[in-house]
């Protein structure tokens, strides 16, 4: 049976995560856990999230689930949620804390001196509510989804990575910044799939589908801002 774990920190509504991969793979079997063995043994594993950075890494830690959360990241298919994504970067703004690290930049917050709409309204922090994505490359998670597709955001932080190959969504507020990134057996989203109706429904659809393989990508060698 395919198995997936949605890794269970404290941060965040989990059971929305879990409800979302239940309805869309009713044969899998969906486990919100906290234990080393249960993420170590699942076929793919889910790393979602919200609230602060810092809260977020440090009851990573205290848990003892950093090392079981990075050695799935390396070997089977590995899908990060929000909180879940700025996390495997290096450093956050938020707090000044350090990530992960399994992706080389830094998670920035909104600037306030940029928050301006094309119509000259300011534009509120966090970014919360819906707003198009655009898909950069190709990429088995957007199977059946069309670029500029609506997906539901809420977040004051965004990931700015040192490698553009890795960058393969992008939505705009009222800059264009990076929204999802993929690398190998990894694919991670700054918006909430499970809240994203039928486009967040289809992507974790093709999560369940995929075999964590990585397709050709652009090769690139600036990040986008």
Same mark, same amino acid.
């Given at each position: 049976m395919n198995t997936i774990a949605v890794v269970d920190y404290g941060m965040g509504n989990l059971?929305?995560?879990?409800?979302?991969?239940?309805h869309v793979a009713p044969q899998a079997s969906v486990v919100v856990t906290s234990e080393a063995s249960v993420i170590a043994g699942a076929d793919r594993v889910v790393f979602p999230g919200?609230?602060?950075m810092p809260d977020?890494?440090?009851?990573?830690?205290l848990r003892g689930l950093r090392a079981p959360v990075l050695a799935a990241s390396k070997a089977r298919p590995f899908l990060g949620i929000c909180i879940g994504l700025q996390?495997?970067?290096?450093?956050?703004e938020e707090g000044g804390v350090a990530g992960?690290?399994? +992706?080389?930049? $830094?998670v920035k917050r909104f600037p306030t001196d940029a928050m301006t709409g094309t119509d000259g309204a300011r534009l509120k922090v966090p970014h919360m509510g819906w707003n198009h994505v655009r898909q950069e490359f190709d990429h088995p998670l957007w199977a059946g989804i069309a670029s500029?597709?609506?997906?539901?955001?809420?977040?004051?932080?965004?990931?700015?990575?040192?490698?553009?190959?890795i960058v393969v969504g992008t939505t705009c507020y009222p800059f264009r910044f990076t929204c999802a990134v993929a690398?190998?057996?990894? +694919?991670?989203? $700054?918006?909430h799939p499970e809240k994203s109706q039928a486009a967040g429904l289809a992507l974790l659809r093709n999560f369940v589908d995929w075999d964590g393989c990585a397709p050709a990508r652009p090769s690139a060698t600036a990040a986008i801002a």
């Open positions: 059971r929305s995560v879990a409800k979302a991969l239940e919200q609230g602060a977020c890494m440090r009851e990573l830690e996390m495997l970067f290096d450093f956050s992960l690290g399994v +992706f080389r930049g $830094q500029d597709s609506r997906f539901y955001f809420v977040h004051s932080f965004y990931p700015q990575p040192e490698d553009a190959s690398r190998d057996n990894i +694919f991670a989203v $700054q918006f």
